[in-house]
DNA sequence: CCATTTTATCTTGAGATCAAGATATTTCGA
DNA sequence: TCGAAATATCTTGATCTCAAGATAAAATGG
């Protein structure tokens, strides 16, 4: 009887015609989300940043050297507005974790580079992120991750077509 | 290869040291959660709503009648701060949604109940986001709902421990 | 070669959220 | 009883996000 299932207890008692189990489904991945979420955050906050600064910090970090990206690039791998990534480059250049390059090709076009600093700390928090969803996701077996793993791939798939 | 499974490559390439799996599945569920919040979002807006003001209407619902909670009941059930909460019913109450009746048992509280406008809206959309989140679990078989949401739920137990 | 369209980024304005603190009321303990 | 602690709600200030539009440069095509 979790939090889920009193919510479920409460709509059959007052509406016994709906269909509940996607509800059930789709309650248990938002929360669970949530969960994860404020563990994940935990280790950000530890380093100074947040979810929004660390995603933009390892997207650059996993690109590889030199750790440069445009804007746009930026936003296709974090999926969000550009006004989004506007705001969040403004706060990482002003701590010095990111530095704008102008595009000697392209004078419309920004470079978005990981600073020497910029480049220590993800490397640092990245470390402990991986430890730390390794810990969160303790809670399940080896077997059980591979076939949650399995089925979210499955249902995601309809979502997002799979290229390559 | 889906979205997830290119930063994972990514990673593999740049960082080989790094234990991955936690990531993938942690990816997965905060991705899903995206798509399947956008899908239920479509509902809502077509009702003039959004997830939070849907949520509150949603629990006073499901409450039963007479459809009246106080402001920390509501909080409980959704897990928002005071101050979002308060934010969430100013902007119900100016909708006609829901009126805030001042308790005569204890000066400091208030309960928050549908009017007969917010029953006849949340009756109408819970009708047919339910009928929507069916449609956004279409994609796994009801073997494999069912099979997922066992692991959801052992996963969620180990935050949520299990009452009664 | 120039007008139009497209591309790349930034700006603006509004909404949602939270943490921290303010206010008012009730409860508890000496 | 009365002062302190707890409770219930609201306020404030900051951050994050998005949609829509502004700005500037590059590409296109007649």
Chains 1, 2 share one sequence.
């Not at 949530?34 to 563990?39: A, C, F, N």
């Not at 906050?45 to 990206?69: C, E, I, K, M, Q």
């Not at 506007?86 to 990111?98: C, F, W």
Request: proline share 4%; with cysteine; hydrophobic share 40%.
């Amino acid at each position: 009887m979790d939090h889920v299932d009193k919510i479920l207890a409460q709509w059959r008692a007052e509406r016994p015609d709906l269909q509940l189990r996607p509800m059930g489904l789709l309650g248990r991945i938002k929360r669970l989300g949530s969960h994860l979420g404020q563990g994940m955050d935990r280790v950000f906050t530890a380093h100074g940043l947040n979810a929004a600064s660390f995603d933009v910090l390892a997207t650059l970090r996993r690109s590889g050297a030199p750790y440069a990206l445009t804007p746009s690039q930026l936003m296709d791998w974090t999926m969000v507005t550009s006004g989004t990534m506007t705001n969040r480059l403004d706060r990482l250049e002003a701590k010095g974790l990111v530095k704008r390059v102008r595009s000697e090709q392209d004078a419309r076009s920004v470079t978005v580079q990981l600073t020497e600093q910029g480049l220590a700390l993800i490397e640092d928090c990245v470390t402990e992120h991986v430890a730390n969803q390794h810990r969160l996701a303790g809670t399940l077996s080896e077997a059980e991750q591979v076939e949650l793993d399995r089925l979210l791939s499955k249902w995601l798939a309809g979502f997002e077509p799979p290229e390559d």
